[in-house]
């Protein structure tokens, strides 16, 4: 069984920033990939950003330039680091693990940007 908890959602002004972490824990033998993603009411939950194990990323269109993944392989932990935050980010973030041929999703954490 594998654990994932993430925290540092919250309430943030637009254009601000917030850091986002994610701790894997349990049985892991192998992370494969490791990724957030974002559900806000009313829509389907969407990828925002991944990185595999070899350190490839991936971004959604609407947060290229804005939002940077990375990964402590060490601590089995993935990190999101939001800046220019807008309104439209308002959402739950959740992350996702991957531990072949399972994927393990965290509690989510709430990301409002309001002013």
């Known amino acids: 069984q594998v654990q994932v908890v993430e925290s540092g959602g919250g309430l943030v002004q637009p254009g601000g920033s917030l850091r986002l972490s994610c701790a894997a824990s349990?049985?892991?033998?192998?992370?494969?990939?490791m990724g957030w993603y974002r559900q806000a009411p009313g829509k389907e939950r969407e990828l925002v950003a991944r990185?595999?194990?070899?350190?490839?990323?991936n971004y959604a269109d609407s947060v290229k330039g804005r939002f940077t993944i990375s990964r402590d392989n060490a601590k089995n932990t993935v990190y999101l680091q939001m800046n220019s935050l807008k309104p439209e980010d308002t959402a739950v973030y959740y992350c996702?693990?991957?531990?072949?041929?399972?994927?393990?999703w965290g509690q989510g954490t709430q990301v409002t940007v309001s002013s």
């Open positions: 349990g049985s892991i033998s192998r992370i494969n990939v």
């Open positions: 990185i595999i194990s070899g350190g490839s990323t």
């Open positions: 996702n693990v991957g531990v072949a041929p399972y994927g393990y």
